[in-house]
């Protein structure tokens, strides 16, 4: 019970009524920064195309990445940065090139990207979620 009670942790969500307590375990803290950056869209297709090519220039990942506008690619790899998962660098010219590679945190989502994809392989249905223009 100790320990339980160290990972806790009260947040106030605005309810009708004010704000009411909510208490969330170290678990649920964990998978809620997680997904606040992973589950955005675009961020963890990515993370994959990055984990599963390597390095890349930005155009690459452009086209790896299908349907996804360049401001919307070059604010996810700023967050990606700035989470310390994408190291950004410049090469120089001519022509000036800026290529995106996975820091040592980033590569570690390999095994839960992994796992990932196969659990959807076995309990998402083809037509889940599926995006026009999407693999």
């Known amino acids: 019970m100790a320990q339980q009670e160290v990972t806790e ?3 106030a969500t605005p309810g009708e009524h004010g704000a009411a307590a909510v208490a969330c375990t170290g678990t649920e803290i964990a998978l809620t920064r997680v997904f606040t950056l992973l589950g955005k869209r675009w961020t ?20 790896a990445v299908p349907g996804i506008s360049e401001r919307m690619l070059s ?20 022509p000036l ?3 995106y590679r996975l820091t040592e ?21 083809d037509s889940a979620l599926k995006q026009p223009g999407s693999c």
Do not use: K, M
């Open 44 to 63: 963890g297709l990515i993370v994959a195309t990055l984990t599963n090519n390597g390095p890349g220039y930005f155009s690459e990942l452009r086209r």
């Open 105 to 125: 945190a980033g590569a570690a989502l390999r095994p839960a990207l992994t796992e990932l994809a196969v659990w959807a392989d076995r309990y998402l249905p």
């Open 75 to 94: 604010d996810r790899l700023t967050e990606l940065a700035e989470a310390g998962l994408v190291l950004r660098q410049v090469d120089e010219g001519p």
């Open 9 to 11: 942790q009260v947040h």
């Open 97 to 99: 090139r800026v290529s």
